[in-house]
């Protein structure tokens, strides 16, 4: 623009280029909100009904058929579509409802369209049918603060992320007075049905509610969500019921599409090792899919840790006759040493770079911490239970909470029958750094869950696995290694001979192309030495350039970039096999309403064959539950799924680790996924371990 001509900035911004560029719909959300996902067959029916099955089995647990006795014996509900129904089963099928539906716990791609899904299907069973959105997740229940939803609102967020429309919430109604509110706000809205879209702790809610709201004919129906991948029902001969809950297919590929990209940046720029961090708050499902998705050098599975077992040390205590009890399970040190011989490898073949995926719940798998973890969730609960002050606003800075628990070991030596904390949990604990302290004494969720989200797990282990490579640097086996090439040019170009250097220089010379500087070169100092003592130069003689140059390339230098994936992915519009089956769970929802079902949770059978074989089902929320510690007291949960080590994704993903890890010379074995296309095929059909591990189904 030419100098001092002044813009009308009203003309420009009423100009239609600026219009177009500045305003909140862009083409890309244009075809998503247009997008109508496909609908299972049996949904293209007028009716729908329910078929119960006695195919599938659970092992129903005690305490749940004590405390949820009218839902304990529900079934497995297949649904089947029909054209025709007699005149009552059609009267109850269209009837006009009131529906109420709550998101719970973090958010999951594809929620609002669990929401359409429903909407969609009950205003075509009865136009006059009403869905309200609770907002804000429980809380909107407790207080009954509620939107009615409408085609316009709706029409607003088909097919995209968040669940925006009508927000989330963690609140747990999980005390008789917020029960009581709750059932106070279903009835003065006249529910017919609520709908509880969240994760384990949520549906094993919404068995609860369901118990509780029979006596007032309200339905309830929990449907399957959360990124972290461990909702995932079998019924107890292996049957899988729903392989996966929803959104995680989305996270994991944003992950991967953003992790894939700094695998191809790490390779160019060749200086850095990226530390990334995934969510997933107990289970390494996402971290798996993310590794099978891209290939990385290094991915931890926290399960695959907790199965760990030190066979050295088995076999020396054998010899001794002993039993060593440390054998058993990974210890942080031990992790912190495996990391390191990868980085140590890569960088023996000149790749003093690389990608590393750390679980962001992989120190539950972990003993040690897991032992603190457990311990200070039961002080922390103790406490609550006998203060009218919580734990954290009585003890608000570190130093109050560390002085707390070390009057907890002094009571420990004092009185024998108190051994929650003594004076060697008060010593390990103290040998942790300050900010990982903090960490473990957090805050608990309204679920007693640790929040894991907020712990640096990668700075944790970041740091021991620095102190370590700082001493093998100074053992003088971590080395960048000179190619045999290069070696000779670089020598060449400075008038040296090769051959003469070679041998002084590398422990290796003669035998690799891969050239390692001899262990006990390690300074500048000791590289003079080394050329002295091969009568390379005398005392006070200048290193030849060349020389010098080679040996500093061969020095290395830890070099990082930390990333934490979980946000982001947690926000991302919907792959388009997470758009279909949230859309096809809603309309799921509507046929259990519409059939008279509570106490059900709606799932997708077959998620991992192609769209043609989807079966939407109800399953029984109640025969999932067993007791589980939560808070410090036993309590009915659905129990979470996490990564079987034995599972073929897994096994699949463990016999390529050694050749992702790339300790050779030549390339990286990276994979792009590519970032998420809402069209198009391959990567957006499912997710790699869904497809992995039906190969192994025994139902299929
Ligand atoms: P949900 O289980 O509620 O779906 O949430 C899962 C999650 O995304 C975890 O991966 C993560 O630890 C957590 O939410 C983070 O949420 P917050 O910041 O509320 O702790």
């Not at 994760?199 to 509610?209: E, H, P, R, W």
């Not at 369901?210 to 339905?219: M, P």
């Not at 077992?309 to 076999?315: H, P």
Request: aromatic fraction near 8%; proline fraction near 4%; charge should be negative.
């Amino acid at each position: 623009m030419p100098e001092n001509k002044a813009i009308n900035l009203k003309n420009i911004l009423n100009h239609p280029q600026v219009k177009k560029v500045t305003d909140d719909v862009n083409a890309e959300m244009f075809e998503r909100r247009k997008y109508s996902p496909p609908q299972c067959d049996v949904f293209s029916n007028t009716y729908t009904v329910l078929q119960e099955t006695d195919r599938y089995r659970f092992e129903l647990d005690k305490e749940a058929e004590k405390q949820l006795p009218d839902i304990i014996n529900n079934r497995v509900q297949l649904i089947k579509g029909q054209d025709s129904v007699d005149d009552a089963v059609a009267r109850q099928y269209g009837k006009t409802r009131k529906i109420g539906i709550v998101f719970s716990g973090g958010p999951s791609p594809g929620g609002h369209n669990v929401i359409a899904g429903l909407y969609d299907a009950a205003k075509k069973a009865n136009p006059e049918t009403k869905v309200f959105g609770f907002l804000v997740g429980p809380d909107g229940i407790i207080e009954n603060e509620v939107v009615e939803l409408s085609d316009e609102l709706i029409g607003l967020y088909r097919n995209l992320g968040g669940f925006t429309m009508i927000k989330t919430g963690r609140t747990k109604i999980d005390t008789s007075e917020k029960m009581q509110l709750s059932r106070q706000t279903c009835r003065e809205l006249q529910l017919d049905a609520l709908v509880v879209v969240g994760g384990d702790d949520s549906n094993t809610n919404a068995a609860f509610l369901a118990q509780e709201l029979l006596a007032d004919g309200i339905q309830v129906i929990g449907v399957p969500k959360t990124i972290d991948g461990d909702i995932q029902v079998r019924d107890a001969d292996g049957n899988v019921l729903c392989a996966m809950s929803f959104g995680f297919h989305t996270a994991a590929r944003a992950f991967a599409g953003s992790i894939s990209n700094l695998c191809t940046d790490s390779s160019s720029d060749i200086k850095y090792w990226h530390i990334c961090k995934v969510m997933g708050r107990v289970a390494s499902h996402l971290a798996l899919e993310v590794a099978l998705q891209t290939h990385a050098n290094m991915t931890l599975i926290g399960e695959d840790l907790a199965d760990y077992v030190d066979k050295d040390r088995l076999q020396k205590a054998q010899k001794d006759n002993t039993i060593d009890y440390h054998a058993y399970g990974m210890t942080l040190r031990h992790l912190s040493r495996i990391i390191c011989e990868g980085i140590v490898r890569r960088a023996s073949v000149g790749k003093n770079y690389g990608v590393i995926v750390i679980p962001e719940g992989v120190l539950e798998f972990v003993n040690e911490i897991q032992v603190f973890i457990l311990k200070l969730n039961t002080i922390i609960a103790d406490f609550n239970q006998t203060h009218d002050q919580d734990f954290h606003s009585s003890f608000p800075r570190l130093e109050d909470k560390l002085e707390y628990l070390r009057r907890l070991a002094q009571r420990s030596r004092e009185d024998a029958a108190f051994k929650l904390w003594n004076t060697r949990d008060d010593d390990l604990f103290s040998d942790i750094p300050a900010f990982f302290q903090k960490g473990l004494l957090m805050e608990r969720d309204s679920h007693g869950n640790f929040p894991f989200s907020q712990v640096e797990t990668e700075k944790v282990l970041l740091g021991l696995v620095q102190d370590y490579l700082n001493i093998l640097k100074e053992e003088g086996t971590y080395k960048v290694g000179i190619q045999k090439d290069y070696f000779s040019k670089t020598l060449g170009n400075g008038g040296l001979d090769p051959e003469r250097y070679g041998p002084a220089l590398f422990k290796n010379y003669s035998d690799s192309e891969q050239l390692l500087v001899k262990p006990g070169i390690i300074s500048i100092k000791t590289l003079n030495q080394a050329l002295q003592n091969e009568g390379l130069m005398t005392a006070g003689d200048q290193i030849p350039v060349a020389v010098e140059k080679i040996f500093k390339q061969s020095m290395p230098s830890f070099k990082t970039q930390i990333h934490f994936y979980g946000y982001d992915g947690r926000g991302n519009d919907p792959t388009r096999f997470d758009c279909n089956y949230t859309y096809n769970l809603g309309l799921t929802v509507f046929s259990l309403i519409a059939n008279g079902a509570t106490g059900q949770m709606a799932a997708i059978k077959n998620l991992d064959m192609d769209f043609a074989r989807w079966e939407p089902i109800g399953i029984p929320i109640a025969a999932l539950m067993h007791l589980e510690e939560r808070k410090s007291k036993l309590a009915l949960v659905i129990e979470k799924s996490i990564v079987d080590v034995n599972s073929i994704a897994f096994q699949v993903f463990k016999a390529h680790r050694e050749k992702w890890l790339a300790a050779e010379p030549g390339n990286d074995h990276f994979r792009r996924p590519g970032p998420i296309r809402f069209t198009g095929n391959s990567e957006e059909e499912r997710p790699i371990t869904l497809e992995l591990n039906a190969i192994g189904n025994a139902d299929t």
